[in-house]
T-cell receptor, first 108, second 115 residues
Framework: AQRVTQPEKLLSVFKGAPVELKCNYS??????LFWYVQYSRQRLQLLLRHISRESIKGFTADLNKGETSFHLKKPFAQEEDSAMYYC??????????FGKGTTLSVSS | DTGVSQDPRHKITKRGQNVTFRCDPI?????LYWYRQTLGQGPEFLTY????????KSRLLSDRFSAERPKGSFSTLEIQRTEQGDSAMYLC?????????????FGPGTRLTVT
Protein backbone atom coordinates (compact mmCIF):
# COMPACT_ATOMS: atom_id res chain seq x y z
CA ALA A 1 0.00 0.00 0.00
CA GLN A 2 1.15 3.52 -0.74
CA ARG A 3 1.19 5.53 2.43
CA VAL A 4 2.83 8.52 4.07
CA THR A 5 3.10 8.63 7.84
CA GLN A 6 3.82 11.69 9.93
CA PRO A 7 3.90 10.45 13.51
CA GLU A 8 3.70 13.82 15.26
CA LYS A 9 0.58 15.95 15.16
CA LEU A 10 2.29 18.82 16.95
CA LEU A 11 5.90 19.81 17.44
CA SER A 12 6.63 22.73 19.75
CA VAL A 13 10.11 24.22 19.91
CA PHE A 14 11.75 27.42 21.06
CA LYS A 15 13.22 29.92 18.65
CA GLY A 16 16.76 28.94 17.77
CA ALA A 17 16.27 25.26 18.57
CA PRO A 18 16.77 22.55 15.93
CA VAL A 19 13.71 21.15 14.22
CA GLU A 20 13.08 17.71 12.76
CA LEU A 21 9.70 16.84 11.30
CA LYS A 22 9.44 13.12 10.69
CA CYS A 23 8.05 11.46 7.59
CA ASN A 24 8.02 7.79 6.66
CA TYR A 25 6.61 6.36 3.48
CA SER A 26 5.52 3.08 1.99
CA UNK A 27 5.86 2.74 -1.78
CA UNK A 28 6.90 -0.12 -4.00
CA UNK A 29 8.53 1.90 -6.77
CA UNK A 30 10.97 4.80 -6.84
CA UNK A 31 9.29 7.49 -4.76
CA UNK A 32 9.15 11.15 -5.53
CA LEU A 33 8.81 12.95 -2.21
CA PHE A 34 7.89 16.47 -1.26
CA TRP A 35 7.27 18.71 1.70
CA TYR A 36 4.35 21.11 1.42
CA VAL A 37 3.69 23.89 3.92
CA GLN A 38 0.59 25.85 4.86
CA TYR A 39 1.09 29.07 6.79
CA SER A 40 -1.82 30.57 8.68
CA ARG A 41 -4.54 31.79 6.29
CA GLN A 42 -2.45 30.91 3.25
CA ARG A 43 -2.66 28.21 0.61
CA LEU A 44 -0.85 24.96 0.62
CA GLN A 45 2.46 25.46 -1.19
CA LEU A 46 5.50 23.45 -2.11
CA LEU A 47 8.45 23.82 0.25
CA LEU A 48 10.91 21.39 -1.27
CA ARG A 49 11.27 18.11 -3.15
CA HIS A 50 13.85 15.41 -2.69
CA ILE A 51 15.20 15.50 -6.24
CA SER A 52 16.34 19.10 -5.99
CA ARG A 53 18.38 18.47 -2.84
CA GLU A 54 18.32 22.16 -2.07
CA SER A 55 17.78 24.17 1.08
CA ILE A 56 14.65 26.31 1.16
CA LYS A 57 14.18 28.81 4.00
CA GLY A 58 16.92 26.90 5.83
CA PHE A 59 15.06 23.59 5.60
CA THR A 60 16.57 20.45 4.11
CA ALA A 61 15.27 16.93 3.69
CA ASP A 62 17.17 13.81 2.72
CA LEU A 63 15.57 10.74 1.24
CA ASN A 64 16.69 7.61 3.08
CA LYS A 65 15.51 4.65 1.04
CA GLY A 66 16.79 2.13 3.56
CA GLU A 67 14.69 3.60 6.33
CA THR A 68 11.96 4.79 3.92
CA SER A 69 12.13 8.22 5.52
CA PHE A 70 12.16 11.82 4.33
CA HIS A 71 12.56 13.87 7.47
CA LEU A 72 12.52 17.68 7.29
CA LYS A 73 15.22 19.47 9.25
CA LYS A 74 16.25 22.97 10.15
CA PRO A 75 19.13 23.75 12.48
CA PHE A 76 17.69 26.93 14.03
CA ALA A 77 13.93 27.45 14.09
CA GLN A 78 12.41 30.88 13.55
CA GLU A 79 8.99 32.08 14.68
CA GLU A 80 7.96 32.53 11.05
CA ASP A 81 8.43 28.78 10.53
CA SER A 82 5.27 28.14 12.53
CA ALA A 83 2.91 26.40 10.11
CA MET A 84 1.37 23.07 9.14
CA TYR A 85 3.80 20.83 7.28
CA TYR A 86 2.72 17.97 5.04
CA CYS A 87 4.94 15.27 3.64
CA UNK A 88 3.71 13.99 0.29
CA UNK A 89 4.55 11.23 -2.15
CA UNK A 90 3.85 11.50 -5.85
CA UNK A 91 3.07 8.23 -7.52
CA UNK A 92 3.54 7.56 -11.22
CA UNK A 93 3.76 11.23 -12.07
CA UNK A 94 0.26 12.10 -11.06
CA UNK A 95 -1.54 12.69 -7.79
CA UNK A 96 -0.01 13.32 -4.41
CA UNK A 97 -0.49 11.13 -1.37
CA PHE A 98 -0.27 13.30 1.74
CA GLY A 99 0.48 12.50 5.34
CA LYS A 100 -1.79 13.85 8.05
CA GLY A 101 0.50 16.79 8.69
CA THR A 102 2.49 18.13 11.60
CA THR A 103 1.86 21.51 13.17
CA LEU A 104 5.13 23.24 13.98
CA SER A 105 4.90 25.87 16.68
CA VAL A 106 7.95 28.03 17.32
CA SER A 107 7.84 30.27 20.35
CA SER A 108 10.24 32.88 21.61
CA ASP B 1 -2.91 35.57 -13.18
CA THR B 2 -3.30 35.41 -9.44
CA GLY B 3 -3.07 31.65 -9.14
CA VAL B 4 -5.66 28.94 -8.79
CA SER B 5 -9.07 30.25 -7.82
CA GLN B 6 -12.06 28.40 -6.41
CA ASP B 7 -15.67 29.41 -6.08
CA PRO B 8 -17.49 29.53 -3.74
CA ARG B 9 -15.14 29.71 -0.78
CA HIS B 10 -17.84 28.49 1.59
CA LYS B 11 -21.01 26.52 1.00
CA ILE B 12 -23.61 25.46 3.52
CA THR B 13 -26.23 23.07 2.25
CA LYS B 14 -28.87 20.75 3.62
CA ARG B 15 -28.52 17.02 3.40
CA GLY B 16 -29.86 15.70 0.14
CA GLN B 17 -29.18 18.84 -1.89
CA ASN B 18 -26.81 19.01 -4.86
CA VAL B 19 -23.81 21.32 -4.86
CA THR B 20 -21.34 22.36 -7.53
CA PHE B 21 -17.90 23.87 -7.07
CA ARG B 22 -15.75 25.58 -9.65
CA CYS B 23 -11.98 25.69 -10.04
CA ASP B 24 -10.02 27.96 -12.36
CA PRO B 25 -6.44 26.76 -12.75
CA ILE B 26 -3.37 28.76 -13.69
CA UNK B 27 -3.90 29.44 -17.37
CA UNK B 28 -0.95 27.55 -18.87
CA UNK B 29 -1.41 24.48 -16.65
CA UNK B 30 -2.84 21.47 -18.43
CA UNK B 31 -3.20 19.27 -15.34
CA LEU B 32 -5.90 19.81 -12.76
CA TYR B 33 -6.48 17.89 -9.53
CA TRP B 34 -9.24 17.72 -6.95
CA TYR B 35 -8.54 16.78 -3.35
CA ARG B 36 -10.70 16.56 -0.24
CA GLN B 37 -9.47 17.43 3.23
CA THR B 38 -11.27 16.63 6.46
CA LEU B 39 -10.32 17.82 9.93
CA GLY B 40 -7.03 16.41 11.13
CA GLN B 41 -6.21 14.78 7.82
CA GLY B 42 -4.02 15.67 4.90
CA PRO B 43 -5.57 16.28 1.49
CA GLU B 44 -6.88 13.09 -0.16
CA PHE B 45 -6.83 12.70 -3.92
CA LEU B 46 -10.20 12.58 -5.67
CA THR B 47 -9.59 12.95 -9.40
CA TYR B 48 -7.20 14.30 -12.01
CA UNK B 49 -7.51 15.80 -15.49
CA UNK B 50 -5.01 16.29 -18.23
CA UNK B 51 -6.55 18.91 -20.48
CA UNK B 52 -10.20 17.85 -20.78
CA UNK B 53 -9.59 14.14 -20.18
CA UNK B 54 -10.32 12.74 -16.74
CA UNK B 55 -7.45 10.29 -16.39
CA UNK B 56 -7.89 8.97 -12.88
CA LYS B 57 -10.55 8.76 -10.20
CA SER B 58 -10.03 7.70 -6.62
CA ARG B 59 -12.25 5.09 -5.04
CA LEU B 60 -13.18 7.92 -2.67
CA LEU B 61 -15.12 9.42 -5.56
CA SER B 62 -18.47 7.71 -5.16
CA ASP B 63 -21.20 7.71 -7.80
CA ARG B 64 -22.61 10.86 -6.24
CA PHE B 65 -19.51 12.79 -7.26
CA SER B 66 -18.81 13.92 -10.79
CA ALA B 67 -16.13 16.18 -12.17
CA GLU B 68 -15.75 17.81 -15.54
CA ARG B 69 -13.28 19.97 -17.36
CA PRO B 70 -15.14 20.61 -20.60
CA LYS B 71 -12.68 22.77 -22.50
CA GLY B 72 -9.52 21.92 -20.66
CA SER B 73 -9.67 25.13 -18.69
CA PHE B 74 -11.90 25.46 -15.62
CA SER B 75 -13.30 22.42 -13.85
CA THR B 76 -16.44 21.72 -11.86
CA LEU B 77 -17.01 19.19 -9.10
CA GLU B 78 -20.61 18.26 -8.41
CA ILE B 79 -21.86 16.34 -5.41
CA GLN B 80 -25.39 14.98 -5.68
CA ARG B 81 -27.59 14.12 -2.71
CA THR B 82 -25.11 15.46 -0.22
CA GLU B 83 -24.53 13.62 3.05
CA GLN B 84 -23.11 14.91 6.31
CA GLY B 85 -19.96 12.91 5.65
CA ASP B 86 -19.32 15.09 2.60
CA SER B 87 -18.54 18.03 4.88
CA ALA B 88 -14.93 18.89 4.14
CA MET B 89 -12.58 21.32 2.44
CA TYR B 90 -12.42 20.67 -1.30
CA LEU B 91 -9.10 21.69 -2.79
CA CYS B 92 -8.20 22.19 -6.40
CA UNK B 93 -4.64 22.22 -7.70
CA UNK B 94 -3.05 22.62 -11.10
CA UNK B 95 0.32 21.92 -12.63
CA UNK B 96 2.23 21.85 -15.86
CA UNK B 97 2.62 18.53 -17.60
CA UNK B 98 5.64 16.31 -18.03
CA UNK B 99 8.85 16.86 -16.13
CA UNK B 100 7.84 20.39 -15.20
CA UNK B 101 4.66 19.14 -13.54
CA UNK B 102 6.15 18.15 -10.21
CA UNK B 103 4.85 21.25 -8.43
CA UNK B 104 1.14 21.46 -7.80
CA UNK B 105 -0.30 24.91 -7.13
CA PHE B 106 -3.24 24.85 -4.78
CA GLY B 107 -6.30 27.02 -4.62
CA PRO B 108 -7.78 28.39 -1.40
CA GLY B 109 -10.36 25.63 -1.20
CA THR B 110 -14.14 25.46 -0.89
CA ARG B 111 -15.38 24.59 2.58
CA LEU B 112 -18.58 22.54 2.41
CA THR B 113 -20.83 22.13 5.42
CA VAL B 114 -23.74 19.73 5.10
CA THR B 115 -26.39 20.20 7.79
Amino acid sequence: AQRVTQPEKLLSVFKGAPVELKCNYSYSGSPELFWYVQYSRQRLQLLLRHISRESIKGFTADLNKGETSFHLKKPFAQEEDSAMYYCALRRAGTALIFGKGTTLSVSS
Amino acid sequence: DTGVSQDPRHKITKRGQNVTFRCDPISEHNRLYWYRQTLGQGPEFLTYFQNEAQLEKSRLLSDRFSAERPKGSFSTLEIQRTEQGDSAMYLCASSLGGDRGYEQYFGPGTRLTVT
